[in-house]
C-alpha cells in the first residue's frame, strides 16, 4: 500500500469561504469572547492542523484499521503509532482549541475548533475518537462539577494527560437509556459504590493516557425509575489520592473489546464496574437524579462532532476519488463516439463520473456548510449571552433546531459519499490499497451512536418542532424564505432558487399533516414518517446554505479573470449548488406527497407476515 | 461468535410463491426440454439446497470472511472448508442442475438453478462465486467449443473435477475491454502463445479442484484495434496430455490476490500469463476474432447471476435483521406513552422499526421477483424455440432488456438492503458478532464486477431501448400498461395501482425527452442521466410485479381463514405492494421532472472546480 495513495486531503479554500466569506467568523473575532483570535490565526491554525492531519494521523489510519485495538491481559493497547499522536496533538494544542483557558484551553471560537475536529477525524477517525470523547467527558465537568472537580478532573482531561468517556449504554437497554440497571450505593463519605455493565464504550480503555476517567449513568439506591432517576458519576479507572495524584486502581474491567465493520484502531469496550465491589465513583456536582439533565446538556457538542465525522468520512473520500479520477486513463471521450484509435482519458471527463463526483461535492460541501452554520450560531450565542439575550436566544433556538438535522443528515451523507467514492474508483474502490473502502466501513457506525438517526428524527418531530411555541421552525423558514426572495431572479441560480422556493411550500405541507396528526392524537404516524421529515429540513436546510454560498461566489466571480484558480473556485460553488438544488430538492416535494397518503402498511402488516421462517 | 445467530434463513414459501403462483412454472414441466422435472422434484430440490446452505456452504461465512483466501508460495490456499463444501455441491448436483445431461448436467430450468444459486450465494457468497465462475467459463466452450474442446473440457468443469475463471480485465484497461493488450501468437499446431496479465480474476487459482481454466481474451498478433479484434482461448493451469489426462504445468502464475473490503474468501487474482514465453493456449471455436461477441453472448447469464448475488445478500440481512427484531426487546410500546413503568417489548414493535423491515422486505421480494421474471422468459424461450419462434423472440427480447435492469437495481437494492439491516440491529448491525455487517460488505462489489451499473445504464438507454426498432421497450410497457388497466379498480391495490399507472405515463415522458435527445445529437446528456433512466423502469418493472403477485395473493386470502399461517402469508404480500408503490414509485415522477430539466452542471463544471488540492 503505497503512502502516496493514502495521503489525505483536505480542501482548505473551501474552509476558509465558508468562515469568511459565507458566515462571517470576522465579526466574532478581536473581541470577547475571542478577543485573542484574528483571522490570522484562525488560517494559521487550520494549516497547521491540516499539516498535522496529513503527516501524524493520517499515515496511521490504513495501521489502526489492520491492526485494531487489541485486548492484552486485560489492558487496552491503542494501534502503533497512536500514542505518539496523542500526545502530539495536546502539545499542539489541536484538540484543546475552543476550551476554556482555565483549563489550559484556548478559547478558540467553536466554530474553528469543529473544523480542525474535521480535519483530524478526515484522516483518522478511530484515532480522533480517544481525544474527542476525553473533550465530551471534561466538558461535563467543566459545566456540572463542583469546584473541587473542576479543579482535580478538567485540565488534566482537556490538555490530555488524562482521557475520559461516556458510560451510557447497557447490554439490554440500548438505546432506551432510561432502563439503566448500574446501581450507585452512597458510601457516606461522600462516595457511591458503582455496580453495572456498559456497552459500545469507545475509548473505554487504552494506553495513551495516565488514566481513563469515566463518565457514568447509574440509578442511586431508591431512585425513580425511567431517565428521571439517573445521576451521573465520575468513575477514574485508577482512583486519586487525596492530593490529587494518581493512587489505587479503581475496579473497572474492561470484559471484551467488540470486533466490528471499521473504526477499528478505535477501542469499543464492555465494561464492569464494580464486580468486586470495589469501585467508588463520585457524584457529578453535588445534586442527585441530575445525570439525565446533565447528559442533554452536553449531548449537541456530541452530535455535533458525530455529524462533522460524517462530513469528514465522506470528504475524505470524496477528494481519494477525485484525485483517481485525475488520474487514472480508461477509455475514450463520449464525443469520439466508437473510434479504436481516439485516445485514452482520464475517467474524470466521462459524463457519469463528472456526475458521481459533482454528486459527492455538492452533498459533502453542502452538510459542511450546515455544520458551519449551526456552530457560528452557537459562537454568536455565546458572544451575544449577557449583551443581547433575544438575540443570543434566537441563535441558541436555531442550534437546537439545527443539531439533529446535522448530526442524520450529515451521517447518512458521509456514508452514501463513500460508498459512491468507491463505485467511482470501479473495482480499484473495492481493495484496501485505496481509502474509500475503509471511510465507508468506518462511517457506517456514524447513523447508529450518539443517538441513531431516528432518534435525532424523533428529536426534530416530537420536540424542536414544537418547542417555543413552534418559534424556532418558523425562524428556520424565515432564512429559506429570505433567500428564497432575494436570489429569485439571479441570473444563474434562478431556477435552483425555485426549487428551494418549492421545497419551502412542501415543508409547509408537511408540517400542516404534521399538525392535523397531532390534533387527531395520532401517535404512531409521526415516528413512521419522522426519517422523512427529518430528510427534508436537512435537504431545504443544505440547499439554502449552498445556493448562499453560490450567490456570494457569484459576485466575487465578476472582478476575476474567467480561469484564474479563484475564478474557477467560485464557479465550482456555483455548479455544486445548482446541481443540489436541481437534481436533490425534487426529492423534498416527493417525499411531502408520500408524508400525505399516511401509508400505514407497516403498521398494519402482521408480525407474522414479514417473513415464513 | 455464536453459530445460532449465524444461521442462515431464507424464506421458502416466498420463492414457492413466486415459481407456482405468480410466474407458473408449473406450465412448463413435465414436457421437453424440462420433461424429467415436476413440481414436487422442484419442491424437493429447493428443500435440500437449502439444507446444504444451512449445514454446509453458510457455516463457512464468517471463517471465509475472517481467514480470506492466502496466496502461499504462488498457490491459493481457498479457506479451511471450503474443498469439502465444493466436493459435496457437485456431489449433489446444485451446481449442475440446469446444465446440460450430456455434459453431467440435469436439464433443469434455469429457474431453479437461479433460486439454488441464490440459497447458496446468501449463506456463503464468497464460496459461491468459485462454481458459478466455473459453470460460466464452461457454458462459454459449450457453446462455443469445438466438438472435440466440449469432449475435453466440458463434462470435467460442469461437474466440478476441474475449475474455470473469466479473464478479460487488464490493469491498464478496466472497464475498457476494447483496450485489451494480452497477446496471441499462433504457435503452428493449432496451439497459441499467450502473453498478458490480467487482474481481478476470482477464482484464478484454488486448491479445490485439479485444474483451473482460464477463458482469456487476448488479440492475436495482426488482428484490429478494439473489440472486433479479440479472441477467446482456453488456457488451462495445467496442460492436458493426448488423452486428456493432466500433463505439464502451463506458464500461469498467480501474481497476487487482492485485499478487499468484503468477499475476502473469495480469491481475486493477479494472473500472468506466459511470463516465461511458455503459456500455451486454445482457441475457443475454430474462428478468430470471435471473442467479443462469444463473450456477448454469456454474459446474460454471468449479470444474472451478479444481480441475485444482489438478491441474496439482501434477503440474507434481512432475515437476520428481522430474527433480532422479534427477539431483541428494547423500550416500551409508543403507544404507552412515557410511563416508565411500560413493558419492555420486541423492538419489531417500534413503527421505524416496522419501516425499515417492510421497506427491506419489499425490495428485496421485488428484485428476486425481477431475476424469476427475467429467468422464466429464458426458460419459455429455450421451451418455444423452433416450436412457435415469434414468442419465443418475444422471450428472449425481453431477457435483453431486464437483464441490465436486473443486475444494476438488485445490486444496489443488496447493498442498500444490507446497510439497513445493519440500521435496524442498532450498534449490534455494527458488529461482526452478526451477519449484516459482511453482507454489507461483500455486496459493495455486485454494482461494479460483471459490467459497472453504470455500464449496464448505457447497455439499457444507448442499445436496448432502441433494439429491433423500440420492440423491447414497448412490450415491456405493454405488460405495465395490462396490469394497470386490469387492477385499477383493485379493492385493497387500487392506490398502488394508480402510482404504477403515474410512473408508467413518467417513463413515457423519458423516452420522449430521450428521443429528442437522440435527434439533435445529444451525445452527454444520455449517459449523464442514463442510471436514474435505468432506476426508473427497474423501480417501474418491480411494482408491476409486486402488484401482480399481490393481487394473486389477494384471490387466494378469500378462501383462507384470517390469522392461519398462508393467510398472513399472502397478506405480507399485499402490504409489500402497497408499501413500495405509495413509497418508492413516487421516486419515479420525480426522476422523470430532473431528467427533463436537463442539468448540465457535471458537464459544465471546470476540472479544477471540483476541489483546490
Known amino acids: 500500500m503505497s503512502q502516496a495513495v493514502n495521503r489525505y486531503r483536505a480542501d482548505l479554500r473551501e474552509l476558509q469561504f465558508l468562515l469568511f466569506e459565507q458566515f462571517g467568523l470576522g465579526d466574532l473575532l478581536g473581541q470577547p469572547p475571542f478577543a485573542d483570535w484574528g483571522p490570522d490565526e484562525v488560517k494559521l491554525v487550520l494549516d497547521e492542523v491540516y499539516r498535522y492531519a496529513c503527516e501524524v494521523s493520517g499515515p496511521l489510519n490504513a495501521i489502526g484499521d489492520s491492526q485494531g485495538a487489541r485486548l492484552v491481559d486485560g489492558q487496552v493497547k491503542a494501534p502503533a503509532g497512536f500514542a505518539d499522536a496523542w500526545a502530539k496533538l495536546y502539545e499542539a494544542g489541536w484538540q484543546q482549541l475552543s476550551s476554556e483557558a482555565e483549563f489550559g484551553g484556548q478559547g478558540a471560537p467553536l466554530t474553528l475548533q469543529n473544523l480542525a475536529d474535521e480535519l483530524i477525524s478526515g484522516s483518522n477517525t478511530s484515532f480522533q475518537m480517544y481525544p474527542s470523547l476525553t473533550t465530551g467527558a471534561a466538558e461535563l465537568i467543566v459545566s456540572f462539577g463542583t469546584d473541587a472537580q473542576r479543579a482535580r478532573f478538567c485540565e488534566k482531561m482537556i490538555c490530555g494527560t488524562w482521557a475520559g468517556t461516556m458510560c451510557l449504554t447497557e447490554p439490554h437497554a440500548g438505546s432506551d437509556v432510561g432502563d439503566c440497571t448500574t446501581a450507585a450505593t452512597p458510601n457516606g463519605d461522600g462516595t457511591y459504590s458503582i455496580k453495572g455493565a456498559k456497552i459500545f464504550i469507545s475509548g473505554g ?56 465493520m471499521g473504526i ?88 457519469d463520473v463528472r456526475r458521481m463526483l459533482l454528486d459527492m461535492k455538492a452533498r459533502i460541501e453542502g452538510v459542511r456548510a450546515l455544520g458551519v452554520c449551526l456552530t457560528m450560531h452557537m459562537d454568536r450565542a455565546r458572544a451575544l449571552a449577557g449583551k443581547d439575550d433575544q438575540r443570543a ?3 441558541q433556538g436555531q442550534v437546537d433546531f439545527l443539531v439533529p ?40 457506525i456514524f447513523s447508529i451512536y450518539e443517538g441513531t438517526n431516528h432518534i435525532q428524527a424523533l428529536d426534530l418531530v416530537g420536540r424542536k418542532l414544537r418547542l417555543h411555541g413552534g418559534q424556532l421552525v418558523a425562524d428556520f423558514l424565515a432564512e429559506v424564505e429570505g433567500l428564497a426572495g432575494a436570489q429569485a431572479e439571479h441570473p444563474r441560480l434562478s431556477a435552483g432558487v425555485a426549487e428551494l422556493a418549492a421545497a419551502q411550500a ?45 450567490a456570494i461566489a457569484h459576485e466575487e466571480m465578476g472582478s476575476l479573470e474567467a480561469g484564474s484558480a479563484e475564478h474557477t473556485f467560485y464557479e465550482g460553488k456555483v455548479q455544486a449548488a445548482l446541481y443540489y438544488a436541481l437534481n436533490v430538492l425534487p426529492g423534498v416535494r416527493s417525499k411531502a406527497d408520500i408524508i400525505a397518503t399516511a401509508d400505514r402498511s407497516p403498521l398494519e402488516i402482521p408480525d407474522g407476515a414479514f417473513a415464513t421462517v
Chains 1, 2 share one sequence.
Open 393 to 395: 436566544a434566537y441563535h
Open 506 to 550: 412542501a415543508l409547509g405541507k408537511t408540517l400542516q399533516v404534521l399538525g392535523g396528526w397531532g390534533q387527531s392524537r395520532e401517535v404512531e404516524l409521526p415516528p413512521l414518517m419522522a426519517n422523512r421529515v427529518l430528510e427534508m429540513f436537512a435537504e431545504t436546510a443544505v440547499a439554502r446554505l449552498l445556493l448562499e454560498g453560490a
Open 205 to 260: 480503555d487504552h494506553d495513551m493516557a495516565e488514566n481513563v476517567v469515566h463518565m457514568v449513568l447509574a440509578r442511586i439506591d431508591g431512585a425513580p425509575k425511567g431517565t428521571k432517576g439517573l445521576s451521573l458519576f465520575i468513575v477514574p479507572k485508577v482512583r486519586l489520592n487525596e492530593d490529587g495524584s494518581l493512587g489505587e486502581p479503581n475496579d473497572v474491567e474492561t470484559a471484551a473489546i467488540e470486533h466490528k
Open 264 to 351: 477499528n484502531g478505535s477501542a469499543t469496550c464492555q465494561l464492569n464496574f464494580g464486580d468486586n465491589d470495589g469501585c467508588r465513583g463520585l457524584l457529578c456536582g453535588s445534586e442527585e437524579h441530575q445525570g439525565i439533565r446533565q447528559m442533554f446538556q452536553m449531548m449537541n457538542r456530541a452530535r455535533i462532532l458525530v455529524g462533522t465525522q460524517g462530513v469528514a468520512a465522506g470528504a475524505g473520500a470524496y477528494l481519494s476519488a477525485l484525485e483517481y479520477a485525475r488520474e487514472r486513463k480508461q477509455g475514450s471521450s463520449v464525443k469520439a463516439g466508437r473510434d479504436p484509435d481516439a485516445p485514452r482519458v482520464p475517467i474524470i471527463e466521462h459524463p
Open 405 to 444: 438535522l446535522f448530526k442524520s443528515y450529515a451521517t447518512d451523507q458521509g456514508f452514501q459519499v463513500a460508498a459512491t467514492a468507491i463505485q467511482t474508483y470501479g473495482g480499484a474502490g473495492f481493495l484496501r490499497d485505496h481509502p474509500a473502502e475503509q471511510y465507508c466501513r468506518d462511517a457506517k
